[in-house]
């Protein structure tokens, strides 16, 4: 489990407003929206697997993700396991370069209509209503009709920030736009635009299962909550403060900062999750 707690005194309590949270077996379908190489498809899909997958190294994106059950036991509902689900490539952009919510959940319901996250990924050329103002991803949930039943599938988007805002949505990978200058820092898998999709997704992911539906584990408005991740903003490893991500690991052959590991050897940079059985910040590192 996460261990290394980090005080923050604007962190309040995530209240439970009695909603359903994802339970099961559940699989998560990635809808490629414009041009990625095989290699960057392969850091998201290697970090998807690495959720369920036990690494021998530690600290590990397994033990990451387990800091998302104690929120079932507060519930006394068992937890959800995730898989791979379906791929989708657009790499024609069938919809357009400029997207919509509305778009986005169109696209999302290109995957898996029942026990799905289907996460959509928009390429660094694609535009999307708010991403980069006032957001790098969101999640939802949309209703679906399967064998004559009405069913939810949940929902992420998470855009390449590469070209658009680097220092907003891909730090601590790039300086950020505003607050103190710290150097950035070397991407775990060379790929700034995909390290910090890592990061946007972790947290979605998180929130996702936590709040699927709006009415989990939220704190402040529903329409704008702090949820599991964006509870704690900008919190990484431990002796985080603001324009310091904390005192993270270093690949000493790369010089990338990371602070857990994945299959394949994979190493990838992951927010830290609020824990609610002591109301604070909880990292690996």
């Not at 909603?19 to 998560?28: A, D, N, W, Y």
């Not at 658009?164 to 103190?180: S, T």
């Not at 704690?232 to 857990?260: F, K, M």
Request: glycine share 10%.
């Amino acid at each position: 489990m996460l261990q290394n707690l980090v005080e923050d005194p604007q962190i309040q309590t995530l209240n439970y407003h009695k909603g359903t949270l994802l339970h099961g077996k559940i699989s998560v379908s990635r809808i490629w929206y414009g041009k990625f190489k095989p290699s960057q498809k392969a850091i998201v899909s290697d970090f998807i697997t690495s959720l369920s997958s036990p690494s021998h190294s530690q600290p590990s994106v397994a033990t990451w993700w387990k800091a998302t059950e104690k929120y079932y036991h507060f519930t006394k509902s068992n937890p959800l396991s995730v898989h791979l689900g379906k791929q989708v490539h657009d790499e024609n952009y069938s919809v357009e370069k400029t997207l919509t919510n509305d778009q986005i959940i169109q696209l999302a319901s290109k995957g898996e209509a029942k026990n799905a996250i289907n996460v959509v990924l928009t390429a660094s050329d694609v535009t999307v209503d708010g991403f980069c103002v006032n957001r790098c991803g969101s999640h939802g949930s949309k209703s679906s009709v399967v064998e004559g039943k009405n069913n939810k599938f949940a929902y992420i988007w998470v855009g390449n920030a590469e070209t658009q805002c680097p220092g907003y949505c891909a730090w601590p990978f790039h300086q950020p736009l505003y607050g103190p200058q710290s150097p950035p820092l070397v991407a775990p898998n060379n790929d700034l635009g995909l390290d910090g999709m890592i990061i946007s997704l972790s947290g979605l992911l998180a929130g996702t299962v936590t709040n699927p539906f709006g009415n989990g584990f939220y704190q402040g408005p529903m329409d704008a909550p702090l949820e599991a991740s964006s509870a704690c903003p900008g919190i990484y490893a431990n002796g985080a403060y603001p324009g310091y991500a904390g005192d993270l690991l270093v690949d000493p052959t790369s010089g990338a900062s990371y602070n857990a590991h994945g299959v394949n050897g994979r190493k990838y940079l992951l927010p830290a999750i609020y824990d609610p059985s002591t109301s604070k910040c909880s990292t690996l590192v």
